[in-house]
């Protein structure tokens, strides 16, 4: 039987948090050691979560983010702090020797500009930027296999770059036609309390925010997006506001290079995804629902070629909190910790 | 003081039924004398609709829908039955002198071949194509005024041609890059009762259908654009599921003419709706919510450049059932009868 | 043709000051003139709701909240200002000689005493409690007419007291075995951000809080209902939250007294109600929904016997927003001012 | 390694079918076999639930349901049909050796004359009803493990049960005084199409139903309560349907006994529930909430004294479609065959 390892979790009162709870009390190895909170450190994990009374988490004590205390009890940290936050003890646990996986922004854009521009703050430990593996584990697995710091990537660019990548690294499109329409759910605006976040203004509404390239994850997925294309692209990425929980579903539309067949994109998309599990390109005539994919790693890719404009369009849901954030963290540190990237993760979708 | 004018609803047990008689109590001058329904015929309004109980109209008995027993008792009809069966009863009531307003697909579609090509099905009247007038109230104003038969246009084509209009009828954007994304309420699907309709199947979720011009609304669009543009269009028009009850935000991007300024933008759509109250260009950096516009004839737009890829992007967010739908008919039913637009219809928005 | 009617809202930022502002829209002689906040003053009201935008009120200024202002502007002021604040302001108000309709608790309690204890702080202005009417529209008309300052009800109160008023007042219930069981949306909680009031916290959710007589709301109940009962009445409270904007739904259990029958409970409540337009009985086997209600003064009851344990069932439905604050606060202010009763407030409700 | 068992699920097209299939997927020993239904037999699973495409059971054929077929398959039935459908296939497969896990309400009541009052239907195989255990896996843990047929609990009964049984066999309050006012989500009501159960129609809504004694769980639960009670109990049972998918939330109200004091009453709860790990017993002061439940087998229970009336108030949340139905299920199913009670059945709730 293989050996448990100890983790820890930096900064736990966040929805982020507290779905990694949700993934670590079912997995087979992990052993969550420490759970950190500035604000409610002291209490118990159940005395901010009801829902983990009596589970096996539920009496952890919540301790103040301590690096040193940290890497004396866990050998692997997820860091669910706010950017900016994040590099310092990133930085701290990296020297002690943790593994460390960051579901922040701040190790996610290689170059040390674009993200001083984009955060508009210094990077307080830029040389380890280049130490940094980009955590989308479809397409980093063996990366991520030999990392120490994962840049666990962000919720909207995870739907986006699995729904493009087949199509751009085939160059079977046109890149500058790209319009990417995202919708997420409410988890990814986070906890903290704000009134434009209440029930009340966001229930039975729906509204666009941060159009044109104002949004923080535009970089982001222009780093991969330029990567897998072989060249600089430029993208109109535009989220908006869905009054659900979880899940985001992107709409990505963009002109198919001449000569190109939609059986040749559906040939492209499946094998580029051959042996990933968690991507499931949909039959022609089914297309994604965020349902589908609720509480799990899954990716549902809906490939529709609109004949009329030479468009093809592509539609990827996933779960924001789970595949775009916390289990994806946990897929990276499966692959760290030498486990099979899928452990404690194959769990089927909560429909309805 | 002005007379009251005698209408009739036919079809009344569906969502845009149930909305005009909402208005419809509001309305200083419309009497409500006859409402149609083959299915509830004989029953009253309030036992079908128990919200309506001791209401103004409560105590109305549904009739069957019979030409001749409408024509008697009303001058104005509103017809709220399925495409394919209102046309029938539109050449009906028009023989018999009626006003008509169409809430259905019968008479939108100018070209009788692309008509009957998209919605699969033989038009029975053909010769009145000609004669009906399409009811958006901001762009027809004068036609309506004189019409005997107006086709109230369909919710999509509403969000999206109110948008598009200023800038394509001034030659600001390039036609061909058009993207239409856009977003309904579930009240855009009726009150047919289908699986996928269901409660458990659409809260909490959201799902892309009918993506690449597979929906029926694809040739009002264009047909409506084409014509301001002084030329033949083609858009990419893709419709989403919205958790909502009322509502549509559709997002549209096109690439800007080169040389076009967002401040000459702005001012194409301040100048093309500056004597429409209910069109509201929104101030740079406010965007348009579902809510704002709740149980209103508005019709809120948002303008935005992105400026890396040269885009325009506009979002318009209109109340479907109101705007979309009944509140539209009704404001056609103001202009052929004489009255103010606006006549029982500026109605605050219903926020939260 | 009647005098328009300058009025305030002094606490404008709230829900139940937009709600006042939705209605106010529609008023045919009250003419908004002050609107205040502390925390917003100097912007318009479409910088803070952009639903307003265009609207008949957008455009004003919001003031601080000054009773001399104020004074010098209106004859009558709203007061959408927690408990607390707003004992202060109304003595002020009321000095100068306008009517005031406060939409907190501080005049509800008539006893001095019962006040303190239940809300923790001393009131300021005990001499006023005397004068104060409990401006619930279908119990207190005509004291409410000659009323200088009128206690709007609280949201729940108003749902509990219509619906077993009749029952009480005639002695056909037995009031110690009462117990009621409310069910209210989020508006209900007010708009400060807090955690527990996010959408992803009350969204797929459902509550119970405050239960067995620690709502505040427990010793208005009980007031009103012992005068009605003429002697004491203890009540088991129970309040909920639901995932829902708008709307309360109160359940009450009592045992029948000996001997009465269901047909007697019908009568009673049909001869209490009898002229009173926003009370609608519902026939046996119909029972009331919150959406049958939306955005209006309605209150709906359902009456049901449960013949196996001998106990009487009234259902009761309002609009926590507006049958539960503004727009009972309206109708107050309608008939201070000599109005009908409903002026302004005889919206259909917006179904779906 | 203990081998796997063969089960059926059959009716598989409903939401407690899905629910089963979800659980199964991650049960360790359960090899599911035969799906059938009539509808859609030839079809696979994921041609009708997209959402488990690619999934352990995607591939599955559905059969069309015939006991011969199944017998010669599986040991052993989940029988998810309607009742009056169900009893005849129990009897089949109960003949042919199979074990039966039966979710209608077929063979719950043990009183074939109250069965058939209360379901309007001769039961078709009365001599089964010795034979069968109502499933409540706390209550009859040992009776379950010798049965071969076992009659799941309804969703209600299962959470007011649950919540009274340690007050009611202890006899700590009066039976007579009971008020049960249950919570439901939509699921609850099942996926057959019907207009009640539209989206539009449900959402942003909540009702009451069935008040009174007039639904079919009254008999469930007065024999389950009786039977703990020691003699005959009728009580007022109540059922609302919330805006949600899942989770039961009901609150009971009781008066109690002279001189218990909720000290004691909290030590008989904890007593009773010692060794049940899905039951919790909530802090003083925290209240249940039907999101800290939803998926899993817990059943959350608050205890309130409402001081002021001396009533004791139960507050208990389940998930109706784990805990309520496919859960329970699973787990009796698990006692039959031997296995821990909760094999599978242990994941965290899905919180946010």
Chains 1, 2, 3, 4 share one sequence.
Not at 62 to 82: G, N, Q, T
Not at 152 to 172: E, F, K, M, T
Not at 180 to 203: M, P
Not at 284 to 300: A, E, F, H, S
Request: net charge neutral; aromatic share 6%; glycine share 8%.
């Amino acid at each position: 039987m293989k050996q448990t390892i100890q983790v820890a979790i930096v900064g736990v009162t966040g929805y982020t948090g507290m779905e990694l709870i949700r993934l670590l009390d079912n997995h087979p190895l992990f052993e969550l050691r420490v759970v950190t909170s500035r604000r409610e450190a002291g209490k118990r994990l159940q005395d901010i979560y009801p829902h983990l009374s009596g589970l096996k988490f539920g009496e952890m004590t919540i301790d103040p983010p301590d690096p040193k205390h940290i890497a004396e009890k866990c050998s692997l940290a997820f860091l669910a702090v706010p950017h900016g936050t994040a590099m310092d003890m990133a930085a701290a646990l990296y020297q002690k020797g943790l593994k460390v996986v960051d579901l922040s922004a701040d190790f996610r854009i290689r170059s040390r500009e674009t993200y001083e521009k984009w955060y508009a703050l210094d990077h307080s430990c830029p040389h380890l930027l280049g130490e940094a593996v980009y955590g989308l584990v479809e397409l980093y697995q063996e990366e991520i296999r030999q990392a120490k710091l994962v840049a666990n990537p962000g919720c909207y660019p995870s739907s986006i770059i699995l729904g493009l990548y087949p199509a751009l690294a085939r160059d079977l499109i046109d890149a500058e036609s790209l319009v990417i329409d995202s919708k997420s759910g409410a988890t990814g605006a986070g906890r903290g309390a704000r009134e434009e976040k209440l029930f009340c203004e966001v229930q039975d509404n729906f509204r666009a925010y941060a159009l044109g390239g104002a949004h923080r994850h535009t970089p982001e997925v222009e780093q991969e997006l330029s990567r897998y294309a072989g060249r600089e692209i430029t993208v109109s990425f535009n989220p908006h506001l869905l009054p659900v929980n979880r899940g985001i579903l992107s709409t990505m539309y963009a002109g198919l290079k001449p000569g190109v067949s939609l059986q040749q994109i559906r040939q492209a998309y499946t094998d580029s995804y051959r042996h990933q599990e968690w991507v499931r390109i949909l039959d022609p005539g089914v297309l994604p629902q965020i349902k589908n994919v609720r509480g799990t790693m899954l990716c549902d890719l809906g490939l529709v070629l609109d004949e009329r404009t030479r468009r093809l369009i592509v539609v990827s849901a996933i779960d924001n909190l789970c595949r775009g954030a916390s289990g994806q963290a946990l897929a990276n540190a499966n692959l760290m910790s030498g486990l099979e990237v899928s452990a404690g993760l194959n769990l089927a979708p909560l429909v309805p």
